[in-house]
């Protein structure tokens, strides 16, 4: 029976998982080792239960006493904080899905690699901050990472066994978001809830906001570079607003391969669940001739400056990869939380990117969770600053 482990369980990637198992079985095909959460402490007891999850964590020690409360009568056993998050990453499990939001995935993250283990990774957040520190773990313990992202799972499965040389570059697709047809000048009064709504695909709120500023797919270009090991420059963005080609692969022969699908996580993450064997899923077929048009087109970068700045991250190197991510978490908090306009985000970002340099950050790349976090504080501390000067 395979054993499997949920960080991020009640998220939207997490539910995913989480209706998939069920569709595969549930507790009676898979030993479910630990679930983790945060906040909603319902819907993660009510997983466990359906699971019989051995351990159940949520990121909040206030939360614990709620939790135990919920799994009375259970044999599932309550943890919390960030040491309940590295018992869930630590313990055996066959496959390990990271879904928590944000740079709280890379401890637990990192745990896992440790153990040598399998990692089906959605936290691109992780391959962003600490790209160098997980390739040299992996490497070392003999871990397995696999792709969950959309278009990192359809690169993954385009170029199988192709000889990296061959390649003459990758295009990642990107719907182009909420604000994709508004007039530029629009944009700076773009509200929270207006750029919560993403045109195709359901996910949680902040990278839904992350993608109609274009900020996902920096994330997810940085991701690719990390992921595969392809140099920055052949590396492009396609507009795509109908979400059916998530990645193409243009070889030098002048052949072009391309992976589509409908936009259901559920089958990236199923792939992964499955890897290497491709598993019936509850997802459906795509029907081409129903969708009937398939459009493309460039990203404007004056309209999405997040895409330039992951160019400059790229070619820095060093710990940019953790000062952007931390900045852009920082610039986002506060544009959800009304400090930041929309367009405001960007230049935070800029901002922290230029005062790292300035401290030497991107020398060398971080060789340890701490050295990491240590830039991840400087970012979001570089990026709060900015607004005192806006
Ligand atoms: P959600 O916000 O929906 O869920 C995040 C999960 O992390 C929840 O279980 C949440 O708990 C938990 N969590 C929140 N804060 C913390 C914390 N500080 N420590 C530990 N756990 C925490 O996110 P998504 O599912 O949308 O995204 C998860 C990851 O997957 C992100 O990195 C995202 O970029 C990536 N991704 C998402 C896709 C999608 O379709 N949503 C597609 C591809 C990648 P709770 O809700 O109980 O508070």
């Known amino acids: 029976m395979k054993s499997v482990t949920i960080l991020g369980a009640t998220g939207s990637v997490g539910e995913s998982a989480f209706d998939l198992l069920q569709h595969e079985g549930g507790a009676d095909a898979f030993r479910t080792v630990a679930l983790t959460g945060g906040r909603n402490i319902a819907r993660l007891a009510e997983m466990a239960r359906a699971l019989r999850a051995e351990l159940a964590v949520t990121a909040w020690p206030d939360l614990l006493p709620d939790l135990r409360d919920a799994l009375a009568g259970t044999q599932t056993r309550a943890l919390a904080g960030p040491e309940g998050l590295a018992e869930a990453a630590a313990r055996e499990a066959d496959w390990t899905l990271s879904a928590i939001v944000g740079a709280a995935g890379l401890a637990p993250g990192l745990r896992v690699l440790e153990r040598g283990g399998v990692l089906a990774l959605a936290n691109k957040e992780t391959l962003v901050a600490a790209g160098r520190l997980v390739t040299a773990t992996s490497a070392r313990t003999g871990a397995r990472l696999l792709p969950v992202d959309s278009e990192h799972s359809a690169i993954f499965q385009l170029l199988g066994h192709e000889d990296r040389a061959a390649i003459r570059h990758i295009s990642i697709t990107a719907s182009g978001g909420a604000f994709r047809d508004w007039p530029l000048e629009r944009l700076a009064s773009a509200t929270v809830a207006q750029a919560s709504c993403h045109p195709n695909w359901s996910m949680g709120q902040r990278i839904t906001i992350d993608s109609a500023s274009m900020f996902n797919k920096a994330l997810e270009i940085i991701e690719a570079h990390e992921f595969f090991d392809i140099p920055a420059e052949r590396i492009r963005v396609l507009i795509h607003p109908q979400s059916i080609v998530h990645a193409m692969a243009s070889f030098c022969d002048g052949s072009s391969t391309a992976h589509l699908g409908v936009p259901d996580m559920r089958h990236a993450i199923g792939y992964a669940l499955n890897w290497p064997e491709r598993r019936a899923l509850p997802v459906e077929t795509l029907d081409l001739a129903s969708i009937g048009t398939l459009t493309f087109d460039r990203p404007d970068e004056g309209r999405w400056p997040a895409l330039r700045l992951a160019r400059e991250v790229m070619a820095a190197g060093g710990a940019a990869g953790a000062v952007f ?66």
């Not at 230049?347 to 991107?362: I, T």
């Not at 790349?365 to 990491?372: H, I």
């Open 325 to 390: 991510n931390a900045a852009k978490e920082q610039a986002l908090d506060d544009f959800i939380a009304g400090r930041l306009r929309f367009t405001d985000m960007a230049q935070a970002v800029q901002h922290a990117l230029e005062s790292a340099a300035g401290q030497g950050g991107f020398a060398r790349s971080p060789a340890t969770l701490d050295e990491v976090l240590d830039w991840d504080r400087a970012g979001r501390r570089a990026a709060a600053a900015w607004k005192g000067r806006a």
